[in-house]
């Protein structure tokens, strides 16, 4: 880094990072454009199209699109509010640092507690999906093993991946979202050009998936596509540390994150929506795997080996991204020495720069998952309801505790702001937030039994009460006396949460400078 300008600019995010109360061990070696791409295949509209279109058609009939858009604008206003926040609190782990200064200990160790665990769910989703592409891309008949051992692989290998540093992190997750969305253009425009089938009167068509009720239901039903789609904006804050200039690029990548992703999600639906070649078959289970249906028709044997590989592709790269997220948060928890064995967790390579353990542990607990899955009917569907309620509810305790911050008194002082907007732009993220996890939580099947029909609101519960006992009896927020609860620009409180200062915890010497590059 031999750039003068360059250098100052680590300097100064090294200057704020030690005004936080941290020195980062981290290297910043991503740009704004990998930034980005971290966002963008952790998001990824082929992971989160693919593996839900089935399902969402099924139930909602093609008017399930809408549920695309409105859950991207929805999400839009919570990536607003969490630009503001990064961009004062660039600090890694994203949602545990900052609900940790924007309420305090409690509220900040439940919303990690919350987000971790819905991360390791989705990496477990994710992984899972991935598993009858695997086999159809190996020809080997997909079967319920079959995937299970495809989604332990995949875990592996973005491990591993993982584990060799955050240049091969960024290099990976650029290839990843450039090769997604050239994937996505090509595909979609070609089935838009030579495959459509339909008018665009079919995406206001229920195709009668209502029966003798109202639409509304069967499109609420279906609106988990759009929710599954739209989280790892804040992928982009998770990794603050290893980016230069956070307070400015990050808060900039998730809104990409939301436009680019939206967009490409909004193509490849409406692409595979006016290919399908009979949406009654979709409705009914005689034709289970739609996707693969249009593709095989489309592009021939050998053309659709070709997307399946960058479909593939594009699940690789998600695993990776939402591995490389969750690891941070557990490195940021246990760096506050709020987890059991912190010491193991916060430790940092000194070769790769990356917390080993973490990584480790993102590893085993999703393959874990996955392998318990073999008990369970429709698996998946019930580990992506548990997975996106679970991110929605850390979003929501963020965004509630902006809200709370701002109501006495807090005016963000980052690189970024919303200023006159600000409040009413978190009012309506936590509206849509709180609509969407309602939604995500209402019993649908009440023929099924209670236990079924509860699944994953009993799982959300199960999860806050057991942090909650854990937190009671450990009280592990309190092991630590970094900051809290010190957003708010008041004497009193700033006495009460202050940092130490930088000289007890050590000056920015060369060797810090050199570590934050």
């Not at 239901?217 to 599954?228: D, R, S, T």
């Not at 929506?273 to 095989?296: K, S």
Request: charged share 15%; proline share 6%; hydrophobic share 50%.
């Amino acid at each position: 880094m031999s750039n003068p300008s360059d250098v100052r600019k680590l300097d100064e995010d090294a200057r704020q990072l030690a005004s936080l109360g941290y020195v980062s061990e981290f290297k910043r070696d991503m740009s704004l454009w990998e930034n980005f791409s971290l966002g963008f295949t952790y998001l990824s509209p082929v992971v989160g199209v693919y593996s839900l279109f089935a399902f969402a058609l099924a139930t909602g009939g093609p008017p399930m699109i809408w549920a695309v858009v409105l859950a991207a604008i929805g999400q839009l206003f919570v990536a607003l509010v969490f630009g503001e926040v990064v961009s004062q609190f660039p600090v890694s782990g994203g949602v545990y640092p900052w609900a940790r200064r924007l309420w305090g200990r409690r509220w900040a160790w439940l919303t990690g507690w919350v987000y971790m665990l819905a991360l390791v769910v989705t990496i477990a989703s994710v992984s899972y999906g991935a598993g009858p592409f695997v086999a159809m891309f190996l020809d080997i008949t997909p079967s319920t093993d079959v995937t299970i051992v495809c989604a332990i692989v995949l875990i592996l290998i973005v491990m591993m991946l993982n584990l060799a540093g955050t240049r091969i992190l960024a290099k990976v997750a650029f290839f990843g979202f450039a090769a997604e969305l050239a994937g996505a253009v090509a595909v979609g425009g070609w089935l838009l050009l030579t495959e459509r089938r339909h008018g665009l009167g079919v995406l206001f068509d229920s195709a009668g998936v209502e029966g003798s009720n109202s639409y509304l239901p069967a499109f609420l039903a279906a609106a988990l596509i759009g929710v599954y789609l739209y989280y790892g904006f804040e992928a982009c804050g998770d990794v603050a540390e290893e980016v230069r200039n956070p307070g400015k690029r990050i808060p900039r990548s998730m809104r990409m994150t939301i436009y680019i992703g939206g967009a490409a999600s909004f193509v490849i639906t409406l692409a595979l929506l006016l290919a399908v070649p009979d949406f009654g078959a979709v409705i009914t289970g005689a034709d289970p795997d739609p996707v693969t249906t249009v593709l095989r028709g489309a592009f021939g044997p050998v053309g659709f080996k070709v997307v399946l590989g960058i479909v593939l592709i594009s699940f690789l790269s998600c695993a990776l991204s939402l591995q490389a997220s969750a690891s941070r948060l557990i490195y940021s928890y246990a760096r506050d020495d709020m987890m059991p064995v912190s010491h193991a967790f916060k430790k940092i390579s000194a070769k790769r720069h990356v917390p080993p353990y973490a990584l480790l542990l993102t590893a085993i607990l999703p393959i874990c998952i996955v392998i318990a899955s073999k008990i369970s009917e429709n698996a998946l569907t019930k580990i992506v309801s548990f997975a996106s309620l679970g991110i929605y509810l850390a979003f929501m305790m963020v965004v509630m505790a902006a809200l709370r911050a701002r109501l006495k008194g807090w005016r963000p002082s980052g690189k970024f702001t919303l200023g006159r907007w600000g409040l009413p732009v978190t009012l309506t993220a936590l509206g849509y937030q709180l609509l969407a996890a309602t939604n995500m939580a209402w019993p649908r099947t009440p023929d099924a039994p209670w236990y079924d029909n509860y699944n994953v609101l009993l799982s959300a519960a199960l999860v806050v009460a057991a942090g909650l006992v854990y937190m009671l009896i450990a009280k592990p927020y309190a092991r630590t006396d970094l900051p809290h609860g010190d957003a708010i620009a008041e004497p009193s409180n700033r006495n009460r949460t202050s940092p130490k200062p930088q000289a007890e915890r050590g000056p920015l010497t060369a060797d810090h400078r050199e570590k934050a590059r």
